[in-house]
């Protein structure tokens, strides 16, 4: 396919997926608004229609909590085509929502949003969304950073936008799935079920929303009492990047008092982040808060320190070593998980396959970091994926086939804002990057 014809294909797919101010995943498998698809949808479709850009993210934060709280599912109507429902969450929030939340990828949309458009034009819109974007990251710190040094604990794997790493495998081992219940799962009615998680992933994941209902929803509880509380490597590298790109935004308006206590929250995390450091592996892994241990495994979230910003000279050689060394055993770069672990699964969604949402946060990281040629190669694969395969949610990294949902709108938006290549080396610099 020309180039051309991907550009015509992934505007196709977000129109399609367009419900009217917010665009769903995909209409079969994934029929609401989900948070951070959203924030890669908005640059998709700002390639072609900035306004419909910047009206995807009001529209999500149109279900932000009163406390600044932002959640994964915004359900704008119901479908029972998708289980859990709204019905199932109970959050008792208008308008529905659900009662977790997910990778804060919204205020670097907000900032490629800002700097690649008429400024003069959407000012007014950057001014109502700043103070949202702060209020969630506020949220972010005050519930979900008790050692209070930048590093972002999620309390539920599906918060981590990775559903079944194996990251959440050992602490997953807490979550009692004696009193779940009968449900019935939706996901593979429409997908094959080698593509997703198992039934035990999916046991303990009704589990913890059983949970979180049980507390009425209080996240400052659920945040010092659930089962699982895991600091994902990937939500605080995302968290990172996004408070320097909120930085940007905040010296943009003038917020001098927000601009500084900016810069302290990414001071804070450049410090606190070699917790996350993995001697033995050589690399940055997730940690589960309970117990201290962790996930000893180089996942794609491993090499999210680079979009992240943070920079050390022998942990980057060390990083890009094992890039290396996967790179010789898939066809298509990133992974979710390094092949050679024995869990390796190249079908099983975040056990093997490559996401291009993911490579793109990877990628655009690596280059601006200086390594642009791996960012470039990530950026090559990720196109050849989509053009062979067309614009599915996930690929199997060693034949490049297209798994999971068919039309998958943040891929095509993935497409347009980067992998198509004329915006490659458009991913802002990073300001105020670490040692
Ligand atoms: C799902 O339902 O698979 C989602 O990832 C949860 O957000």
Not at 40 to 49: L, P, Q, R, T, W
Not at 215 to 236: C, K, Y
Request: proline letters at 5%; aromatic letters at 12%.
């Amino acid at each position: 396919m020309t180039q051309d014809k991907l550009d015509r294909r992934a505007r196709e797919i977000l129109i399609a997926n367009d419900r009217g101010g917010y665009t769903v995943p995909n209409g079969r498998v994934y029929p609401f608004q989900w948070n951070w698809d959203s924030a890669f949808v908005s640059m998709g479709f700002a390639a072609f229609d900035a306004a419909r850009g910047w009206r995807e993210i009001e529209t999500l934060f149109a279900g932000q909590w009163e406390d600044g709280f932002l959640p994964h599912i915004v359900f704008w109507k119901d479908d029972a085509g998708y289980f859990p429902g709204p019905a199932v969450w109970a959050t008792g929030h208008t308008p529905p929502t659900s009662g977790i939340t997910q990778p804060p990828v919204a205020a670097s949309a907000v900032r490629a949003l800002w700097e690649r458009g008429d400024q003069a034009r959407f000012r007014p819109h950057l001014e109502r969304l700043f103070p949202k974007l702060l209020a969630w990251h506020r949220w972010i710190a005050r519930v979900r950073d008790p050692l209070g040094q930048g590093l972002a604990v999620i309390v539920h794997p599906w918060e981590s936008g990775r559903d079944n790493s194996p990251e959440w495998d050992g602490p997953s081992e807490l979550i009692d799935t004696s009193r779940v219940g009968s449900y019935e799962r939706r996901d593979t009615s429409h997908l094959d079920q080698s593509m997703r998680p198992t039934k035990l992933d999916y046991d303990r994941y009704v589990a913890l929303v059983q949970f979180g209902r049980a507390l009425g929803w209080n996240h400052e509880r659920i945040g010092q009492e659930s089962p699982f509380r895991v600091v994902d490597v990937g939500t605080t590298m995302i968290l990172l990047r996004a408070n320097r790109d909120l930085l940007a935004l905040a010296e943009v308006l003038q917020c001098r008092a927000e601009a500084e206590e900016l810069r302290r929250s990414v001071a804070r995390a450049e410090n606190g982040i070699s917790w996350l450091w993995n001697e033995r592996v050589g690399a940055y892994c997730s940690r589960d808060l309970i117990t201290g241990e962790s996930a000893d495994v180089v996942t794609s979230a491993s090499f999210l320190s680079f979009y992240a910003g943070v920079r050390n000279e022998d942990r980057d050689r060390r990083l890009l070593e094992h890039l290396e060394r996967i790179g010789r055993r898939v066809k298509y770069l990133v992974p979710s998980l390094d092949p050679v672990s024995t869990r390796f699964d190249s079908i099983r969604y975040w056990r093997g396959p490559v996401w291009a949402v993911i490579n793109y946060l990877i990628g655009s990281g690596l280059t601006a970091a200086g390594h642009a040629q791996w960012g470039e190669r990530i950026r090559a694969d990720t196109g050849k994926l989509l053009e062979q395969a067309g614009m599915y949610e996930y690929f199997c990294p060693l034949t490049g086939r297209g798994i999971g949902g068919d039309d998958f709108s943040w891929t095509a938006a993935v497409w347009l804002h980067w992998a198509r290549g004329v915006e490659r080396d458009s991913a802002h610099a990073v300001s105020g990057a670490g040692p």
